[in-house]
């Protein structure tokens, strides 16, 4: 009975050693938008895509694994929101193309929610580092892939309107490109920072992710103006047309109607939508051992 008992210790202290690599965490700051709608300024170098008349919220819940040294796999839920308008244009000289984006006039927002499996190194989180009883300095990169929906509304006569319905580039009908989905991949880098606290139970950190996607159509925006300006092909002809090309609200005497022609461009097919994240995390180690106590593992 007695070594059952003592074997039965063993066990639960093993349990602890490794349910110690089990980790929750919950991230709460910024996201941003990259793509057909962004300033000028913010395309020209991949450091410059900080929009800042568009900041919004994201949110992130995560569960990871931590393998002994090093290493770790995660999944992660983040909920989100982004937004862009080509009015961020309005300060520009005439005939340079952040003119011609003002021109167009196009704007859009949309929630994101996105769920992704990302594998982390960490270069500090070894052993000897864990296991000294100070705060651990623990800078972490990760990669991995994700999945995401996503719907790009705009605002109309005070209105809310779901851009995608309405084909504003023909999408769906004669001549125009298919419609395109509401759900794409993304493609997510990390680069942060994890301060763990002496316990090793919990940390805090920063983080930021950086996501590549399989669509061009996150703003609504990727090809041409549509061959036929009336939409008659659409079930709301006259709200397509509208949505399609904004430039009259700004331009009433139609002035620089060639920029919007049908046939004319409106986005950059070449180029995918991204969208990106800094959060401020805190996280905890599920039943953390501290102290020199690897339980089952082999003391270092």
């Excluded at 340079?96 to 021109?103: C, E, L, P, S």
């Excluded at 680069?191 to 606290?197: D, E, I, N, Q």
Aim: proline share 4%.
């Amino acid at each position: 009975m007695r070594y059952l008992l003592l074997l039965f210790l063993f066990a639960i202290n093993c349990f602890r050693s490794h349910a110690q690599h089990h980790e929750i965490s919950f991230g709460l700051g910024m996201a941003n938008y990259i793509g057909d709608l962004s300033p000028k300024h913010n395309t020209e170098s991949p450091f410059n895509f900080l929009n800042s008349q568009n900041i919004k919220a994201s949110y992130t819940l995560g569960y990871k694994y931590n393998f002994e040294e090093f290493f770790s796999i995660g999944i992660n839920a983040s909920f989100m929101n982004v937004s862009a308008y080509d009015s961020d244009n309005a300060d520009v000289k005439q005939y340079n193309d952040a003119f011609f984006r003002y021109i167009r006039n196009l704007s859009f927002y949309s929630d994101i929610t996105e769920v992704n499996a990302m594998v982390g190194f960490e270069p500090f989180r070894n052993f000897n580092n864990w296991n000294n009883d100070k705060i651990l300095i623990s800078p972490i990169i990760s990669a991995g892939i994700g999945f995401f929906s996503f719907d790009p509304k705009a605002s109309y006569n005070g209105q809310e309107v779901s851009l995608r319905a309405l084909s504003t580039e023909g999408q769906g009908l004669t001549g125009g490109p298919s419609k395109y989905s509401t759900t794409a991949f993304s493609f997510p880098i990390g680069l942060g920072v994890k301060a763990y606290f002496p316990q090793r139970n919990f940390w805090i950190g920063l983080e930021g992710v950086y996501r590549y996607t399989s669509t061009d159509y996150l703003d609504d925006v990727s090809t041409s103006y549509y061959s036929d300006p009336t939409f008659s092909g659409t079930s709301t002809p006259a709200l397509s047309a509208a949505l399609a090309q904004r430039r009259l609200e700004i331009d009433p005497n139609n002035i620089y109607d060639y920029v919007t022609a049908p046939g004319q461009q409106r986005g950059d097919k070449n180029n995918n939508d991204v969208f990106w994240t800094l959060q401020l995390k805190i996280g905890y180690n599920l039943f953390p051992t501290s102290g020199k106590n690897y339980g089952c593992y082999k003391i270092r």
